[in-house]
């Protein structure tokens, strides 16, 4: 289990270092609608573990979330059962100094971009979907 994680955290670590390079800066818009790369994949697999297979297709996009300056992992299943009349279910991983966290953060339901505002709660910016008047604001353990 050991050596799985760390070649999960190493493939996502080779993706923050390659096309993902820029983290999106606040304010700025979103697309979630990328195929994820090799290394995404191992870290939406690994982060979400059974339910992957449920979930699964998915698209991606990056924001910077937390401040940090390391492009986050935003993404979005493309599993009908995952779908609503408002879109579908919309969530991020983390970046770490080593790829990804394997806790994902639930965002909402959505087939609209995500922009990132400017103000920040808790050490997270708040974020809202494009087109939509509900500011998700983080709690400290999730956006509400």
Do not use: Q
Not at 40 to 67: Q, S
């Amino acid at each position: 289990m050991v050596m799985k994680n760390k070649t999960v955290m190493a493939l996502a670590a080779l993706a923050l270092g390659g096309a993902a390079t820029a983290a999106i800066a606040a304010g700025a818009s979103v697309k979630v609608e990328a195929t994820p790369t090799a290394a995404e994949t191992a870290a939406l697999r690994h982060a979400l573990g059974k339910d992957y297979a449920e979930m699964a297709p998915f698209t991606v996009g990056h924001a910077d979330l937390n401040g940090d300056h390391k492009p986050d992992l935003v993404f979005r299943t493309g599993n009908s059962d995952y779908c609503g009349s408002g879109g579908c279910a919309t969530s991020a991983l983390l970046a770490t100094a080593s790829g990804y966290g394997v806790k994902s953060i639930d965002l909402a339901y959505s087939a609209s971009d995500l922009i990132v505002m400017p103000a920040a709660h808790k050490g997270m910016h708040d974020v809202r979907f494009d087109g939509g008047d509900h500011l998700f604001v983080w709690s400290g353990t999730a956006y509400r």
